[in-house]
């Protein structure tokens, strides 16, 4: 009887350790099957403007390698907040990915309430590119480098006006970081978007404006406005001869729109794992690297960690250029 009943304990285990065992296989054939079906990305910004432009670049190169499309949803409104509640509450199979931008890390301390946390309800993938921002002047204005707009502005209390794409937005945080770091007095003068605000600026409503480097360099290059300075710690290979902010005497200086790709926070670290592996892959072909540089996009890259860890530490430092800033978006 003892070995009839150990014999048939033995079966039972193996019948449960053969059934536990093709549990496991079958998740982690569901996990290896990703993708199986088109992905959605969803993009905080209108279809044209320079995110969703570099965005797309990524999304097609990106669904050449997996096999499946990649599908832009552009779900603009209330500063990229939309967009992040909507993909913080997306399920958390990889299937649907956010496009982020810095407005993602810019929103809670703009907005009295948003609902995400940008550390908490997302899996960062991967940093993917940063657009540098440019410190651009009407011609009028006699200054000719970046140390020049400065003496001028310092002789000028008040009588300068900066223009923005709209309160709270980084290009309104960068020009009130610079001239609170300089201290200036200047007038911010909100737009809703880049294009009127450059239109203006160009006809001499406004004295100057820090923007993205992909949406003043056709003012530049036709000459109706003049660029003095990037505002990244490092110049830019689409204008390497333009001098840093940095460099010209604003030791430390960095403003720049930098974009990501994260996932609900629950999403599978395999998942996670594979898409960073792609997208890493994809910034670094030169069809990729090319397009972005026509957008004056730089292609970053890097592991999933070292975004986690990016977005942490730009909490504060942007948490601080709003509050010194004064902006609400309420």
């Known amino acids: 009887m003892q070995h009839v009943s150990f014999t048939r304990r033995h079966a039972l285990i193996g019948v449960f350790l053969s059934a536990l065992c093709g549990v496991t296989m079958t998740a982690q054939g569901q996990t290896s099957a990703w993708p199986s079906k088109p992905l959605r990305m969803i993009v905080a910004f209108p279809p044209g403007g320079p995110t969703d432009l570099v965005s797309r670049v990524i999304a097609q190169r990106l669904s050449e390698q997996i096999g499946q499309p990649v599908l832009i949803d552009n779900k603009p409104g209330a500063g990229g907040n939309i967009a992040a509640e909507m993909a913080a509450n997306a399920p958390a199979d990889g299937y649907t990915l956010f496009y982020n931008t810095s407005a993602i890390v810019i929103g809670p301390a703009l907005y009295s309430k948003v609902n995400y946390d940008p550390v908490k309800d997302f899996a960062p993938v991967a940093l993917t590119a940063a657009v540098p921002m440019v410190l651009v002047t009407h011609p009028a204005l006699p200054v000719r480098s970046a140390k020049e707009f400065m003496d001028y502005a310092r002789g ?32 911010h003068v909100p737009y ?96 990729v690297r090319a397009k972005l540089a026509l957008q004056g996009a730089d292609p970053l890259g890097g592991s999933a960690a070292d975004y986690a860890a990016y977005i942490r530490s730009e909490l504060p430092r942007w948490s601080k250029a709003v509050k010194e800033s004064g902006a609400r978006a309420d």
């Open 192 to 287: 809703k978007g880049s294009a009127p605000a450059l239109v203006d600026l160009s006809a001499g409503q406004t004295q100057f404006m820090i923007d993205t480097m992909n949406t003043v360099l056709p003012y530049v290059r036709d000459g109706r406005l003049h660029a003095l300075a990037v505002s990244s710690l490092k110049r830019s290979s689409v204008l390497p001869d333009l001098p840093t902010l940095n460099e010209s005497g604003m030791s430390g200086f960095d403003a720049a729109a930098w974009q990501g790709v994260v996932l609900p926070a629950a999403t599978p670290p395999d998942i996670v794992q594979r898409l960073n592996t792609e997208l890493n892959k994809a910034l670094a072909h030169p069809d």
């Open 156 to 187: 000028r209390p008040g009588q300068l006006n900066y223009g923005s794409s709209g309160t709270g937005t980084i290009t309104h945080l960068a020009s009130a970081m610079m001239s609170a770091q300089l201290g200036l007095q200047t007038q």
